[in-house]
């Protein structure tokens, strides 16, 4: 009884009548059978796994190759890729198992790859280099491979490449073998596809990262109670920003004044002009919406404005030169006539008159004012001239004198008192002469202004020019100089903002300094202010002298 229950099950065992030896062979096929189908069921399962964990495609053939010449006899598995109607060889391993180099693009003519991509069947091919011309041929022969199988990748119905396995042994494979390499062929197509896809998203999400942080102006994300989100690597540069910061208190703006909240009752953009750390800023701020139409954040977008304003201030003040050149070429036309006239009499009349005689001194103070009235009109056309500014060597002297032979009297007949300390020995500087006169005119005007506010009993315009060597470079200095009511602390960072003024309303534009400093960093120098509330204030105009 016993013997046939264990003669039954070896027949349910095996499916056949079988002695002790057939018994323990079959056995031991089934095994192999077990585990060749245990090492396909994780060679198909490592390929999903793959593409989560990031893997590469070179590490993703190592490891297919790796597991797969556990079970079958091959030496080399290479990956082409099919794109723009290029088949491209992407992936050889083992390393040194290459014949055309990575990145080698396949010719169609002769091609065996070619083939199959065609075809889009599987292609078993046992090499005969004398019956066959394929160009796949010498790359085998050299290898040293018998047998290949070539398996399209196909992805939505799409062909994205070709999978080759070559072994240097002539390979049999049963239906089962081919039923496992398309499934394997088949999930390896899908991770390819996916990671391409990913990488895409990937591309586009790094460029529009890369886009947004080198944007060179400010661009920050903030929702609707002022949090930042986001924000690109000027508005970091210009703000210093740190995690867990507010916008409202960046931009010292009360919650309520916010363009955010103007955003959220207007549903549209907003436009400000604003000034940010003593700059001069325009503020956009961008509603951002989601599906159900409601906002849920803004985009605020701050362009530095402070140059554009300074040369758009510079236009206009060269607008009103130009203006007042043209006036002065007309009052030169009209009073030049009866100038001539006076001076001359003046001069044959003097001639006749003894200087003893009272109408003397008359004609005299005639004669000076005529002169005066000459000279007036020379440098009001001189400074106020509109041709293209050339650069040449010129004076600061020169300028100065241009300049108080325009204003000088003015100044003193409101009691003020102009010291001059010029340096006769000073450098020449490489620049425009009437350009240098304009700072000065601004500067004396300030000056003149300053003094007009105060009771000073004594009031001082001192303007001086010299000669200093810093860091091995000669400069030429000019400092304007007042007694006046000078300037505060807080207006102190401002003065060269465009626009800004503590003059009363109509007395003046705020653009005199601003244009004055563009005029000055042109000609390679720049603009220093000492000042004090209460004890006047000295501006130096600094430029680089005439090597």
């Not at 790796?66 to 491209?88: A, G, Q, T, W």
């Not at 992805?155 to 080759?164: A, D, P, Q, T």
């Not at 599906?291 to 362009?303: K, L, V």
């Not at 006769?424 to 000056?447: K, M, P, R, T, Y």
Request: a negative charge; proline letters at 3%.
């Amino acid at each position: 009884m016993q013997i046939n229950e264990r003669q039954q099950m070896i027949n349910l065992l095996t499916g056949v009548q079988s002695s002790k030896k057939s018994y323990y062979t079959e056995l031991k096929k089934m095994v192999v059978e077990l585990k060749k189908k245990n090492m396909q069921l994780e060679i198909v399962n490592d390929v999903t796994k793959s593409f989560n964990i990031d893997m590469s495609m070179d590490e993703m053939l190592k490891n297919i190759f790796d597991k797969l010449k556990e079970i079958f006899p091959l030496e080399r598995i290479s990956l082409s890729l099919y794109e723009n109607e290029k088949l491209v060889l992407t992936n050889v391993y083992p390393t040194n198992a290459f014949y055309f180099p990575i990145g080698f693009v396949l010719p169609k003519e002769n091609s065996l790859y070619w083939r199959v991509i065609q075809s889009l069947e599987k292609i078993f091919y046992q090499v005969q280099a004398k019956k066959d011309d394929y160009i796949e041929n010498k790359v085998y022969e050299a290898l040293g491979i018998h047998s290949v199988l070539l398996i399209p990748l196909i992805s939505k119905g799409k062909v994205i490449g070709v999978l080759s396995m070559g072994s240097k042994e002539t390979v049999q494979y049963d239906e089962s073998d081919l039923s496992f390499f398309q499934q394997l062929c088949d999930q390896l197509a899908v991770c390819i596809e996916n990671a391409r896809l990913y990488n895409e998203v990937l591309t586009s999400k790094k460029e529009w990262e890369e886009t947004f942080r080198a944007v060179s102006e400010m661009i920050l994300v903030v929702d609707l109670q002022g949090n930042i989100l986001r924000y690109n690597d000027a508005a970091k540069e210009f703000f210093q920003l740190s995690d867990s910061e507010n916008v409202h208190q960046l931009l010292s703006m009360d919650i309520n004044e916010s363009p955010i909240m103007e955003n959220l009752q207007t549903k549209k953009p907003v436009h400000r002009q604003i000034h940010i750390q003593q700059r001069v800023c325009e503020l956009h701020s961008y509603p951002v919406f989601n599906e159900s139409q409601n906002m849920y954040a803004a985009i605020i977008y701050i362009n530095d404005i402070t140059e554009k304003c300074r040369i758009e201030a510079q236009l206009l003040q060269s607008g009103k030169l130009a203006a007042i050149g043209e006036m002065a070429a007309g009052i030169a036309h009209e009073l030049n006539n009866p100038l001539t006239a006076i001076l001359g009499n003046a001069q044959l009349l003097l001639r006749s008159v003894p200087k003893d005689d009272r109408s003397y001194k008359l004609l005299s103070d005639i004669h000076l004012c005529g002169k005066r009235c000459k000279t007036i009109i020379q440098n009001l056309l001189t400074f106020s001239r509109q041709d293209e500014y050339v650069f040449e060597d010129c004076s600061v002297n020169e300028a100065v004198e241009q300049v108080l032979g325009l204003v000088g009297d003015q100044i003193k007949k409101q009691n003020i008192m102009i010291q001059k300390k010029l340096d006769d020995s000073i450098e020449f500087i490489e620049g425009n002469v009437q350009q240098i006169g304009q700072i000065i005119l601004n500067l004396l005007i300030n000056a003149k202004d300053a003094l007009e506010d105060t009771n000073i009993p004594k009031k001082v315009i001192t303007i001086e020019t010299r000669s200093v060597l810093e860091n091995e470079k000669h400069w030429v200095l000019l400092s304007v100089k007042d007694n006046g009511k000078g300037i505060s602390e807080q207006h102190l960072q401002e003065i060269f903002n465009p626009f800004f003024t503590t003059k009363r309303p109509g007395k003046g534009t705020g653009l005199g300094l601003s244009v004055s400093l563009g005029i000055a960093e042109a000609h390679g120098g720049t603009i220093e202010v000492i000042s004090e509330l209460g004890k006047g204030s000295q501006f130096i105009l600094k430029l680089p002298a005439k090597q």
